[in-house]
């Protein structure tokens, strides 16, 4: 435990000496300020694009419009950014061999996945959350409607999804020791659940679902409920990611 | 007693056969010189040393304690200074040796305390930049501080001198010198200057197994070759001397080169002799007359092929 | 003039944040001149130019080991 206490907070130090706070923290918030504002002005957009004299009716925006943004930018820009950011968070240490002093002196290599993962995921916590918050008072200003709901857990859901990228990401780079190739592992598992979704009956337990099903939580058209199913999927594959990485850096040459 | 004790160790990668049963003995409170050509397995040894790798046959012992890969307990005796240590470069010294001390569970007043020691005796003690700011000399020096940080028993450097200009190799060999008697220095290298400068025992290390080891003096005096140096005041008197039938003989031999004759012979002390009766008969006082003692470098020719 | 006046809740933090975002790497790009690829030319407009995405890229690719 001390020995997780004591890297975890090298992680945390190094993730604001090298920038991945602040980046992490001002692109999330800038997501957070979009999210509402292009809600609000596309309508206005649209209508300056339509020729002289042509009128169509473009419904009001809600509050919908702005959390379907809020969803939208979180999983493409907001992921993809996290995971570039933490690209290199196991393979640049392996590569420049900044690890080797440390394991001589007794640091487990079991604390050095975990404390890595752990860090990460606060960052990435921290990042939701600001995103989230942003989001949500600046919605509250432009749309005082009550139209969305399970706001919390919609965002959990897409957090969650988050959480496993993070995990696969971190065993991508014990696989194949270079940042693009964790990275490529990890668009790897993206595109094999986008497959995997093609078959109807793997549909309710593919946690694509939590990075896609969002809104529909949010609008009520689907219950909380129907999603536990791939949240505990997604708790195990994530447990069995970690568990496999563990292994395979235990056996790796430094 | 014997700090480390490597027996008959077997390594290959692939179908290279790096080590084919090597053993070593290293006595404590010696500072002992790991010798040998590039790739000729220094560093595979010590990364089989530290729990790094797996051999494929062969036990070591560190402090009486067999080494085991995957684990380090018996690295708790050893500090480590790889050949070009790496450290996070956005930390300061003080803090790079605190999460060292920290990690190898050190109380905050003991890390306090050695950092400050460590970092005047590798002549860091006011350094406050980055690391990222770093000579290479210097993140050598901090190497050594960051090795010692734990008070080890042994200290394993590889290859230290060889990435630094001359000034940081003589810097780095002071550091190590200046810990005899404290702690026992095992490091590797193939610049025999180094071993000579501080050494006490060396091994050399060639296909695979020690072809040498032992303290420097007894090799020394193991190797002797019987050979003298003459130096006389005129190259003419040299030539003279050089072609005295009594130096014809197929056991002696006579390299001239200038106003210097250097003659080897089977045995030492009748050719000494054979040389003072000569120079008294032809009346020749010679400038300088001396036993070649063998230096590393001719030693190290000759037992490595 | 109206809509801005009517968005300045948003235009002002939006503005601070992405002048922060390139500034913090205009200033890393200036005092840290070793980078994985590209040069101080290269960097300096591509970090105050391309909102967001510059000075990510910057920070992930470009910055060289130095921090």
Redesign the interface.
Known sequence: MNHFAVFFKKELKESV???KL??LG??F??LG??N??VAKLTP?LLASFLPEGMSITIPEPSSLDSWAQFFKNIQQMGLI?VL??F?GVLTNELS?GTLVLLLTKGLPRQTVILAKYAAMLVLWTMSVAISHVVTWV?TV?LFPDNLSQNLFFATFCLWFFGALLLAVLLLGGTLVSSSYGSLLVTGGLVVLLNLLNLFSALKEYNPLALATKNMDVVSGAVAVSELYPQIGITVALILATLGLTVLLFRRKLV | MNILEIKDLHMSFGSNEVLRGLDMVVPENSVFGFVGKNGAGKTTTMKIILGLLKPDQGTVMVCGEKVTYGSSRTNRHIGFLPDVPEFY??MRPLEYLHLCGEIAGLSRERIKERSVELLELVGLGDVNR?I??FSRGMKQRLGIAQALITEPRLLICDEPTSALDPIGRRQILDILAALKGRTTVVFSTHILSDVERICDQVAILDGGKLVVSGPISELRRRYRRNSFSVRFSSPEEAARFAALSALQQPTISVIVDGDTLTVASADQNGTGQLLISLFSSEGIVPEKFEVLEPTLESLFEEVVQ | ME?LRE?W??LV??II??L??AI?AFV?VIRHPSYRFGNKVFWIPVVLFIS?IG??VY??FG?G???
Do not use: C, G, N
Request: charged share 15%; proline share 9%; glycine share 0%.
């Open positions: 000496k090298t920038y602040l980046l001002i692109v918030l800038i300020i979009m509402p504002l206005d950014v570039l950011v690209s420049r600046y200003y | 470069s956005y980055r990222s700011w | 809509t968005y809740p948003f933090p939006l944040a992405q922060t975002l913090t890393h967001i000075p990510v920070f992930v910055r080991d130095a921090e």
